[in-house]
């Protein structure tokens, strides 16, 4: 079966918020049925997510204060993509600056959109294997904790609700189809 | 070892935009040194998916043009929590409105973060089984495409990157855990 054209089309836009963080815009639409409506959205330049994987299978997190949500969550190391950056080398970046590893072996899994309502937000997800320890480059006003988890306690942690971060998740069941983890 | 305490308080608090969709807040935080920071996120009253099991055992989707992307996506049914509306109901609400289905047996799987960086959203997952088909509500400008797929060509869809939101894939991964699918 064709699927229908749900397309919806731009026509106007304007910028309501140009933050120290946030860009969010607000687009009149033609609706596929012809009539007018509104879309607000964040625009976001993509970010990387990095599964570092230490020879021993255990892997390298990161608790994180996440002030939208007044908790510290368990994640796997990420950033934003710079302007004109590929993403292997923001995954490279961000990996030496929050953790201070660097990785010999580098291999794309997968692209997915975390927030598709209301962000164009795309997250790239990397393996990181081969690691050496250096030192982090953490901006002063930058807090994190680094420490290291068993892949299986990293599972654990998903099904009893202590990671509940969804990049995290993702990246957690590819690292588990993707090496064969039980 | 005990975590480090990474709160960020709030020091001040305003609303950049109270708009038809999106509500954004700027506060003014104290971080952990001491030093004094800003965050801006979108504050979101919460959502809900729902995973709809079909007696031969494929899934009800929805195929939906998301905006901020301009693409279409294979979804689950999800949607907002209304005020005050307890997720089930979200749930039951959501899926007949945007399916037509109603369903006997509903079990809670999870709730999740999409978007801990600049969003408070949480989503909370639900299988739901024994579903009966009636009439679905959609306001005149929703626009979706309801389908069923296979549970096996979902995953594979998953794999192969034509589905790519990210609430979608946190669920299949889920149900297949769930239910002990390959």
Not at 61 to 69: I, V, W
Not at 99 to 104: D, M
């Amino acid at each position: 079966m064709k699927p229908f054209d749900l397309t919806e089309t731009c026509v106007s836009s304007e910028t309501l918020i140009q933050g120290n963080l946030l860009h969010v815009k607000r687009d009149s639409v033609r609706l596929p049925n012809g009539n007018l409506s509104q879309r607000e959205y964040v625009m976001h330049p993509g970010a990387v997510l990095i599964i570092p994987l230490l020879p021993d299978g255990s892997l390298v997190m990161e608790r994180q204060f996440r002030y939208p949500l007044h908790q510290t969550f368990i994640e796997f190391p990420a950033g934003k993509i710079d302007a004109g950056e590929d993403p292997l080398e923001t995954g490279k970046r961000e990996l030496l600056e929050e953790t201070g590893y660097t990785a010999n072996n580098w291999q794309f899994l997968t692209l997915f959109h975390p927030c598709i309502g209301y962000s164009n937000e795309v997250i790239h997800i990397f393996l990181a294997h081969d690691l050496t320890l250096g030192i982090s480059k953490l901006d002063e006003d930058e807090h994190l904790e680094i420490f290291t988890m068993r892949f299986s306690e990293a599972m654990e942690a998903m099904s009893s609700g202590n990671i509940t971060d969804g990049k995290t998740m993702i990246a957690l069941f590819l690292a588990q189809k993707y090496l064969g983890k039980k």
